[in-house]
């Protein structure tokens, strides 16, 4: 019946949902099982594929300073993708370092938590650098050509990679697929290119016609946002030292990243050989742009792993290689991304009070700070008619 609460007919209390279950909702709470489970999988289930023995040997001779080697080139790697940012943005407006690599961290913790990935991702990153008081369009134009720039970089690296690989070890199907999906991405991004840098007045009063009939959006602001964006593109086309340095940027997060699986499949016993290395890396990463996975999750475990030992190398050497390069490279940024989001926040609760005072407002939640808020004030009624008395 209609407006009946559960358990009314029968006289039974209605169930309580568990504290957990009260501060994070529903869709997080999916999510998060999820990710568990992929967890177990990829760290439980798939180091078995190579067989109980053989791992038990090569964990016992691991080499850990490689670990930490690679984990430090990770880190470098983050820098870059951080830096880069800082570089595409005016230098008036430019935040710390620190500040853009913790929005950088949150957004990386976003993008491998939820279906939309990048795109949620990247939505995200505009609201935290915005509300450091940085210029939207700025912000915009950081945005679309670090993302437009970094997947260039990316396909001229697999290319290079594939016209030194391919006569040393023949060609594969998986080439052809990869060679596609990086077509596709590069057409994508020329065309965005071009709508910016050369087709500005259609596109800009095509983006008002079209923002005019979605509610809630201002039609000329986004045209006016369009022009500002398209503006910097063309200046930056005129400034060689700052293209040449956005560029050296990207390679660099990309060549860091790919040192780093590097150094976590030789801590394991064999160094893959640059030209292999470099063509697996590109053709994950470039398959991993297709949507399919947060993160690539999956995609680039499976494509790393199988290119890793088509090069010659051992599967089980391969196998515990990529899934602890992916520790470092997908799972630790999810809670290391909470942390800097908490720490983002705090900055944001202003310097009045201790920073541990800060830190639990922040960590309150809405219904316990609204419960402690009209608390006082009953105090404070009471208070006031005990003076009128």
């Known amino acids: 019946m209609a407006g009946v609460e559960p358990g009314a007919e029968t006289g039974a209390p209605p169930k309580k949902r568990s504290r957990f279950r009260q501060v994070f909702p529903a869709p997080v709470w999916q999510v998060g099982r999820l990710l568990l489970l992929a967890l177990i999988l990829e760290y439980l289930v798939v180091p078995q594929l190579a067989g109980p023995r053989k791992v ?20 470098g790697a983050l820098l870059s993708y951080a830096q880069l940012t800082r570089t595409l943005l005016p230098a008036r407006d430019r935040i710390s370092l620190f500040h853009l690599l913790r929005i ?62 391919i006569p040393v070890w023949g060609f594969s199907a998986v080439y052809l697929i990869a060679a596609i999906v990086g077509i596709l991405l590069l057409g994508a991004s020329t065309t965005l290119l071009l709508m910016f840098t050369k087709g500005g007045d259609r596109a800009g009063a ?29 200046d930056l086309a005129g400034q060689r030292r700052l293209l040449v340095e956005g560029v050296s940027w990207a390679a660099a997060n990309w060549l860091l990243d790919a040192a780093s699986l590097a150094v976590f499949v030789g801590a394991f016993g064999h160094w893959v050989n640059p030209d292999g290395l470099l063509v697996a890396y590109g053709l994950a990463y470039v398959l991993a742009v297709i949507p399919i996975t947060p993160g690539g999750l999956g995609v680039v475990e499976a494509t790393l792993t199988s290119l890793l030992v088509g090069f010659g190398t051992a599967r089980g050497v391969a196998t515990l290689g990529v899934v602890a390069y992916r520790l ?40 316990e700070r609204g419960r402690h808020d009209s608390v006082q004030c009953g105090d404070r009624a009471h208070g006031e008619g005990t003076e009128a008395d």
């Open 56 to 75: 038990v040997h090569l964990l016992a001779d691991v080499n850990p300073l490689l670990l930490l080697a690679g984990l430090a080139l990770e880190a």
């Open 206 to 234: 095509a983006l008002e016609r079209a923002g005019g009939r979605l509610p809630f959006v201002d039609g000329r602001a986004l045209r006016h946002t369009f022009e500002r964006i398209a503006g910097r593109l063309q």
């Open 328 to 367: 470092v490279n997908f799972w630790i940024p999810i809670p290391v991304g909470g942390v800097a989001y908490l720490s983002l926040q705090v900055d944001k609760a202003g310097a009045r009070g201790s920073r541990w005072a800060r830190l639990k407002g922040v960590l309150t939640s809405p219904r």
């Open 104 to 165: 950088q961290l949150t957004t990386l913790s976003v993008s491998h938590c939820t279906p939309g990935g990048t795109a949620t991702g990247t939505a995200l990153a505009y609201r935290l650098m915005t509300n450091a008081g940085l210029p939207g369009s700025d912000v915009g134009f950081a945005i679309a050509t670090q993302g437009i720039g970094s997947a260039v970089v990316l396909n001229v690296i697999l290319w290079l990679a594939l016209i030194v690989s």
